[in-house]
């Protein structure tokens, strides 16, 4: 069982940034593709990023693509998501994943996190 626990959210202006960190326990971190999904009230969960066990690939949805950055760091156990130029439209419940590979979509994703409130001002 992987427990995995986000932080780094908050609330900032239109253009600014933000990096989300998660911290990973329970199981071999480096098994795992990890992820990020984000939930707006009242819209379905949906795919951001996602990253190989290696990090050596990376998937972006459309909507963050050149904003977004995710990484990892397998000897910390951590997976990070640096978003920048935040729009408004990027406010959400942001959660964290893993999974046996890259996935996009919420059936596939193995284990989630409790997730971490994103909240961008115009």
Known sequence: QVQLVESGGGL????????LS????????RRYAMGWFRQAPGKDREFVAAIS???GSTAYADSVKGRFTISRDN???????????????DTAAYYCTAAQTIVVITTAVRYWGQGTQVTVSS
């Open 12 to 19: 900032v202006q239109a253009g600014g940034s933000l990096r």
């Open 75 to 89: 000897a910390k156990n951590t997976v990070y998501l640096q978003m920048n130029s935040l729009k408004p439209e």
């Open 22 to 29: 998660c911290a990973a326990s329970g199981g071999v971190f």
């Open 53 to 55: 066990w290696s990090g």
